[in-house]
């Protein structure tokens, strides 16, 4: 079982893996090369001194990689090694040029994060019911990957095997064209006038919220994965054009239109299972404290499970919309119940 891990690295990932260790019994140390980034991880976690860890995670930049895993490897050479980071063969081609570190070191990627990093963000439950991504090569010993697992699995997190190659093809298209794509449709707002701004509503919000990201982490991480982003971004140009040139053909922009429809239908639902459909429920409330916690405990008490919710507040007025999405059943039970209570409730919509 494991006992003992070295983190060098304190940002948002590094800190929430300490974090979550400690919650479980784990004895941590951290470590980074910024003295005040060290010391709040060390508020945060536990400023203990780790001897002879069983696991030294690296949680930095890929690029910073190669400044300390010789160093690490030297200084805790039984230690089991990992990291963390988003692009996974270059970390691969790293360790090969290390003699007797491949047997011991296991390339994995949390699909876990937030648009803030840093330590001060950093949660415990940061990677509850999410998939870590694993990328062993043949020669790594069956002891450091079971260490490596233990830390998976106490973090909550679903361990999930792919190749090096596959990893970075995979999150090319699922993580870092999505952030692109929102960080250059961020960049279109720039000079938008204040009042038209205002009228923003939550589909805006929605599509720019990766635009929030930190830059220096994601200049490093589209660089490194570049041959793989290329060629999608190629595509997406290729589709943009297609747009353009649609434009006076209204059957063309439905066919781009449908097409992504059905892209964003092959994106599973809960735990993996299929994508439900849900119904919206629409609420209008006051825009005051408590409102909508008053909500939630009317859905408490009819036992009804909300799966998501949307909130849009109108430019100058002292009212919101909030729009609840859940099952039709519990959309119908929960609207009866709202409405005779008083609540100013619209109808549902699926």
Excluded at 84 to 98: F, R, W
Excluded at 269 to 291: C, M, N, T
Aim: hydrophobic content about 40%; proline content about 5%; overall charge negative.
């Amino acid at each position: 079982m494991l006992s003992k891990v070295r983190i060098i690295g304190s940002g948002l990932i590094g800190t929430s893996i300490g974090l979550g260790l400690v919650q479980r019994g784990v004895c941590v140390e951290m470590v980074d090369s910024d003295p005040a980034m060290t010391a709040l991880a060390k508020d945060l976690v536990g400023g203990v001194e780790v001897i002879d860890p069983e696991l030294v995670v690296f949680a930095m930049p890929t690029s910073q990689l190669a400044v300390v895993i010789e160093r690490e490897f030297s200084i805790n050479s039984h230690s089991t090694f990992m990291d963390v980071g988003s692009v996974k063969n270059e970390v691969v081609l790293k360790i090969q040029t290390i003699s007797g570190l491949s047997t011991r070191f296991l390339p994995t990627h949390p699909m876990a994060g937030r648009e803030i990093g840093g330590a001060g963000s950093a949660r415990a439950d940061l990677f509850q019911g999410r998939s870590w991504i694993l990328t062993p090569e043949p020669e790594c010993a069956s002891e450091s990957k079971e260490l490596v697992l233990d830390l998976i699995t106490m973090l909550g997190a679903t361990p999930i095997e792919l190749s090096a190659g596959d990893h970075d093809r995979a999150v090319a298209r699922i993580s870092h064209l999505p952030q692109i794509a929102a960080s250059l449709l961020g960049k279109q707002l720039i000079g938008t006038p204040a009042d038209w701004m205002e009228l923003a509503g939550q589909g805006l919000r929605d599509t720019t919220r990766l635009a929030a990201s930190d830059p220096q982490l994601w200049k490093e991480i589209i660089h490194t994965n570049r041959a793989q982003i290329e060629e999608l971004l190629i595509s997406l140009q290729n589709d943009l054009m297609a747009m353009i040139d649609a434009l006076d053909e209204p059957e063309k922009i439905e066919e781009l239109m449908q097409a992504g429809q059905v892209g964003r239908s092959l994106i599973p639902g809960k735990h993996g299972g299929l994508a439900r459909e849900y119904s919206f429920l629409p609420i209008v409330i006051d825009d005051k404290p408590g409102q909508l916690g008053a909500i939630f405990n009317e859905c408490s008490a009819m036992d009804v499970n909300v799966e998501d919710l949307n909130i849009e507040h109108s430019p100058g007025q002292l009212s919101a919309l909030i729009t609840l999405s859940l099952s039709q059943h519990d959309a119908e039970k929960l609207s009866e119940h709202l409405s005779s209570i008083g609540w100013n409730v619209h109808p549902i919509r699926n």
